[in-house]
């Protein structure tokens, strides 16, 4: 089993910048490919980002495009997402994903609980 929990999120102000964290266990880190989901208030859980078991491809909605940057670091077991330029917008609870395979699956395996990120205008 996979155990996945977030850290990072926060109360901040429009235009701050965030990082967010997801620790992984239970499996070889190297063997899982992550993502990260959010969920904003009112509506369905969307992909923001996802990468590839070696970190080497990325993918990124065009909402966030530029603003946001998926990393991990397979020695440490962790996922990253860099958050720049927030906007109220991005108001969400954001969830760390992982899936066994080559990329995350439309809905994937694992899930975090979600940290929540709150953005003020």
């Known amino acids: 089993q996979v155990s996945l929990v977030e850290s990072g999120g926060g109360l901040v102000q429009a235009g701050d910048s965030l990082r967010l964290s997801c620790a992984a266990s239970?499996?070889?880190?190297?063997?899982?490919?992550m993502g990260w989901f959010r969920q904003a208030p009112g509506k369905e859980r969307r992909l923001v980002a996802r990468?590839?078991?070696?970190?080497?491809?990325?993918y990124y909605v065009d909402a966030v495009k530029g603003r946001f940057t998926i990393s991990r670091d397979n020695a440490k077991s962790t996922l990253y997402l860099q958050i720049n330029g927030l906007q109220p917008e991005d108001t969400a609870v954001y969830y760390c994903v992982a899936d066994i395979g080559a990329i995350i699956a439309t809905y994937p395996a694992y899930w975090g609980q979600g940290t929540q990120v709150t953005v003020s205008s």
């Open positions: 990468i590839n078991r070696s970190g080497d491809m990325t």
């Open positions: 239970g499996r070889t880190f190297s063997t899982l490919a």
